[in-house]
T-cell receptor, first 116, second 111 residues
Framework: EAGVTQFPSHSVIEKGQTVTLRCDPISGHDNLYWYRRVMGKEIKFLLHFVKESKQDESGMPNNRFLAERTGGTYSTLKVQPAELEDSGVYFC??????????????FGPGTRLTVT | QKEVEQNSGPLSVPEGAIASLNCTYSDRGSQSFFWYRQYSGKSPELIMFIYSNGDKEDGRFTAQLNKASQYVSLLIRDSQPSDSATYLCAVRYSSASKIIFGSGTRLSIRP
């Protein structure tokens, strides 16, 4: 079974440009999460999809960030326009339909975003 | 106050000894507790979860939970150099909700 995949693995853009990150969850996983780790800080939640619907977007930092999950499959996270403070590692995770309190979120390898 | 607090380390432990990692959390409504291991440049990997008070053992790893004290710990027995990594403590409020991470403790196992 393929794990969570993310593309690109690394992106370097200039301030003011647009970047789109993609996440492909494990097949059949209804729940998809985006997290971010900026330098020196803890991993922080951005938002949560259940299928194609946004369940919780309380962690989205501002309206420069737009997340979509077309058809409840893969998800994209667009940053437009990018600012220096957006640099960090963006992780995607997925998990099966809601179940026991022990069920796991499987993390992808992350996309390292560098804004110069 | 951070929701999940960990000592950033580094924690240096000799090979073969017991490594003890600690974590406290602020929200008494937290239901599930996780320990992730993260190697440099890699994604977090779940190594233990616990949601009942007491101890839970899995191989060389033991997770301990004390909800009254809002305290979670991870013990690694017979530490190996391959255990050198950052260990992230995390909590979750319900079965489908977001995970709240601590900033991680860097563990170094010295030969």
């Amino acid at each position: 079974e393929a794990g969570v995949t993310q593309f690109p693995s690394h992106s370097v853009i200039e301030k003011g440009q647009t970047v789109t990150l993609r996440c492909d969850p494990i097949s059949g996983h209804d729940n998809l999460y985006w997290y971010r780790r900026v330098m020196g800080k803890e991993i922080k939640f951005l938002l949560h999809f259940v299928k194609e619907s946004k369940q919780d977007e309380s962690g989205m930092p501002n309206n420069r960030f737009l997340a979509e999950r077309t058809g409840g499959t893969y998800s994209t996270l667009k940053v437009q326009p990018a600012e220096l403070e957006d640099s960090g590692v963006y992780f995607c995770a997925s998990s099966p339909r809601q179940g026991s309190p022990s069920y796991e979120q499987y993390f992808g390898p992350g996309t390292r975003l560098t804004v110069t | 106050q951070k929701e999940v607090e960990q000592n950033s380390g580094p924690l240096s432990v000799p090979e073969g000894a017991i490594a003890s990692l600690n974590c406290t959390y602020s929200d008494r409504g937290s239901q599930s507790f996780f320990w992730y291991r993260q190697y440099s440049g890699k994604s977090p990997e779940l190594i233990m979860f616990i949601y009942s008070n007491g101890d839970k053992e899995d191989g060389r790893f033991t997770a301990q939970l004390n909800k009254a004290s809002q305290y979670v710990s991870l013990l690694i027995r017979d530490s190996q150099p391959s255990d050198s990594a950052t260990y992230l403590c995390a909590v979750r409020y319900s079965s489908a909700s977001k995970i709240i991470f601590g900033s991680g403790t860097r563990l170094s196992i010295r030969p």
